[in-house]
């Protein structure tokens, strides 16, 4: 058992200050650094090396459906707007091929612990296509069968109801992610996301009646005519549906790289002084309600998997976030699906012309990738132990990878320095600490570890960390 990691304190002028563009870290090295080399030869070998290991890691398969019926004008998801359903058995008729080129990689002995369904939207697919792919899942991968195994899946509760998401429940789905983002109407119609508070509770509740163990929600604090009194409302109607998690994200306003953002006008954005309220009465409200920040926008209750793994030291994270599974091999299904197999990265084509293209030919539909050097690896487990725990024991790790903690680290350590000035991080012989200072801006001070940045490549590449 470590020391329970301090609240975050919410300091505006200090976030205010360091409210920059960085990455989420999801993965180090982070998606732009993916080369177009890694193909799909590289792609079969790192799986057959992972299989040699001495104890093969057990399987997380990450399914991506990219169909949605109505455009968010926030949205920046790879998705495919369409009210047509016959494009669903299409795409299922190609993910059925992807399954069976790949499945057969991978020893069977290896257990799917988890599975994710993301997008776009999973719901899109009805409760019969929806059986047909797990079971087409099931025959060619080993699905465990332990009490912890974790079959999650996002729902837009604009096109689910109660008989649905009980269906869901019958498949074996034992976790429920809810897109809710503002439920104050003039926000949603501004970002084109007409939902109400009973269509929510309806998922919410029928999740619970149907065997799933775990509820969450996401909510967007930046979002177009927000204001501080609206979004403190629906951080109260959020609060009466009782989510086991809540993640409270900023909205990155991209409109060159996301075309339907172009439907929102700038004018109408929060200016920064009221984002960074919006983003405060979340942590106010949401603590004073009982959930305790995990980190990364992250919000659970306190009797929470991720908060008791946190405790424990053993929280891990991956392209879904925050997980207990963190140490699973992830097999990515679907356009644009995200894998990481070994010491490697590999994304799906991003596009359906070239996803089906691939599969039509026989071969799997790997874009592109990454191999991780020995470097990589040094810094995503350090970037994973502070966006985890906050703290970094420098002669453990140092044992553990062969070096000298302050020596490796000596250029990150002057970037750090900066921000053990303003009270974030303590930097000493020991140990690299996060603050409850510097709890919020864990972006950043990950950032100081990062061997890709500069300032030309934040700036046009990721999301501002506030």
């Keep these: 058992m470590i020391t329970p990691i301090e609240p975050p304190d919410f300091d505006p002028a200090l976030i205010a200050r360091y409210d920059v563009a960085g990455p989420r870290y999801t993965s180090y090295p982070t998606a732009p650094q993916f080369k177009t080399d890694f193909d799909e030869t590289v792609l079969r070998s790192v799986i057959r090396a992972s299989n040699e290991e001495p104890i093969p890691r057990p399987l997380s398969l990450y399914v991506h459906v990219p169909f949605c019926m109505s455009p968010c004008f926030y949205c920046g998801c790879n998705r495919i707007i369409t009210r047509d359903h016959s494009q669903a058995d299409r795409y299922l008729e190609r993910l059925y091929r992807e399954i069976e080129l790949i499945a057969p990689l991978f020893d069977r002995d290896r257990p799917v612990r988890q599975l994710h369904f993301g997008g776009g939207t999973p719901n899109f697919l009805d409760i019969r296509q929806m059986g047909e792919l797990l079971e087409s899942l099931a025959r060619h991968f080993s699905f465990s069968r332990a009490a912890d195994r974790e079959f999650g899946i ?8 109660g008989a649905y998401v009980h269906g869901l429940g019958e498949l074996g789905f034992n976790r429920i992610s809810v897109g809710i983002q503002d439920f104050d109407p003039a926000v949603q119609e501004a970002v084109n996301r007409i939902q109400s508070f009973e269509q929510t509770r309806e998922v919410l509740d029928a999740a619970r009646k149907s065997w799933f163990r775990s509820t969450s929600v996401d909510l967007i604090y930046g979002l177009p005519l927000q204001t501080v009194d609206g979004f403190s409302r629906t951080l109260e109607q959020v609060v009466s549906l009782d989510p086991d998690r809540v993640a409270v994200y900023g909205y990155a306003h991209l409109p060159e790289m996301f075309k339907a953002q172009r439907q929102i006008a700038a004018a109408d954005l929060p200016d920064a002084a009221t984002r960074l309220a919006l983003f405060g009465r979340a942590v106010a409200q949401l603590s004073a309600a009982g959930y305790v920040y995990v980190g990364m926008d992250h919000f659970a209750k306190a009797t929470d998997e991720l908060v008791l793994a946190q405790r424990a030291g053993t929280l891990q994270r991956n392209f879904q976030g925050y997980s207990t599974h ?58 994973g132990e502070l966006m985890c725990h906050g703290v970094v024991d420098k002669q453990q790790f140092g044992a553990r990878h062969r ?11 002057e970037r750090l320095a900066p921000l053990v000035a303003d009270g974030l991080v303590e930097d000493d012989a020991r140990e690299v600490r996060v603050t409850s200072r510097g709890r919020l801006l864990l972006r950043i001070i990950a950032m100081c570890f990062d061997a890709y940045l500069d300032d030309k490549a934040q700036a046009a590449r990721y999301s501002r960390v506030i």
Excluded: T
């Design 403 to 413: 070096l000298l903690f302050d020596e490796y680290f000596a250029r990150a350590r």
């Design 154 to 161: 996002e729902i837009d509760p604009r096109f689910a109801d």
């Design 326 to 383: 963190g140490h699973c091999d992830i097999v990515g299904l679907g356009v644009s699906a995200i894998g990481r197999i070994g010491d490697s990265y590999s994304q799906n084509a991003r596009d359906l012309m070239g996803y089906y293209g691939a599969l039509d030919a026989g071969r799997l539909p790997v874009a592109r990738g990454l191999e991780l050097d020995e470097d990589d690896l040094i810094r995503r487990e350090l970037i």
